[in-house]
């Protein structure tokens, strides 16, 4: 079944401390997204890759790293969290091209306390 | 820069009735336009897009949209809503590579 997995799907933690959201795909795309969603806002995007070794920042890339040494994975970093990180991140991908729709994750809801 | 925006951040109808979501874009170039449905604790699922061509777009579960050029538009409408429809809708352009920009969403809500 084609899908983009993410883990974990929730978690809480503190202030400071290092965290990993991972992002798979199994659809060979060559286009991979992070976006966070806010009330009110809709979907922000945080990082993108275009394909491997290459990402670049999306509009709220603040506090964030990411990497993509692999084609289906594309892990979100935060290494020193905050509570306005608090949010539900969506991993995305597809195909090259603009009219090619984006397949999304079922969404990781992060709390910082 | 693009934006879009949904008129209605929350919109009720009763089972039976028109559904109508809108959607207004501001682009500097012919956008590619999506629509994004999201169930609760689910990601966002394609509905619908306009590419290029016919301007009245059919899409999944009943939904079509009409692209409006003149007006910036791209409002999605259903004839008849079921339950199940019940969900928050997400309008998005894409006009520089694979990058969307998403409007607020609307959470649409269906009485019995």
């Known amino acids: 079944e084609a899908q983009v997995t993410q883990n974990p799907r929730y978690l809480i933690t503190v202030t400071g401390k290092k965290l990993t959201v991972t992002c798979s795909q199994n659809?060979?795309?060559?286009?991979m997204s992070w976006y966070r969603q806010d009330p009110g806002l809709g979907l922000r995007q945080i990082y993108y890759s275009m394909n491997v070794e290459v990402t670049d920042k999306g509009d709220v890339p603040e506090g964030y790293k990411v990497s993509r040494k692999e084609k289906r994975n594309f892990p979100l970093i935060l290494e020193s969290p905050s509570p306005n990180q608090t949010s539900l991140y969506f991993c995305?991908?597809?195909?090259?091209?603009?009219?090619?729709?984006?397949?999304f994750g079922d969404g990781t809801r992060l709390s910082i306390l | 820069a693009q934006s879009v925006t949904q008129l209605g951040s929350h919109v009720s109808v009763s089972e039976g009735a028109l559904v109508l979501l809108r959607c207004n874009y501001s682009?500097?170039?012919?956008?590619?336009l999506f629509w994004y449905v999201q169930y609760p604790n689910q990601g966002l699922q394609l509905l619908l897009k306009?590419?290029?061509?016919?301007?009245l777009v059919k899409g999944i579960n009943g939904f079509e949209a009409e692209f409006k050029k003149s007006e910036t538009s791209f409002h999605l409408t259903k004839p008849s809503a079921h339950m199940s429809d019940a969900a928050e809708y997400f309008c998005a352009l894409n006009n520089a590579g694979n990058m969307l920009t998403f409007g607020g969403g609307t959470r649409l809500m269906v009485k019995p």
């Open positions: 659809m060979n795309h060559e286009y």
């Open positions: 682009s500097s170039v012919p956008p590619y």
């Open positions: 306009y590419t290029t061509g016919a301007t």
């Open positions: 995305a991908s597809s195909f090259w091209g603009g009219n090619q729709p984006q397949h």
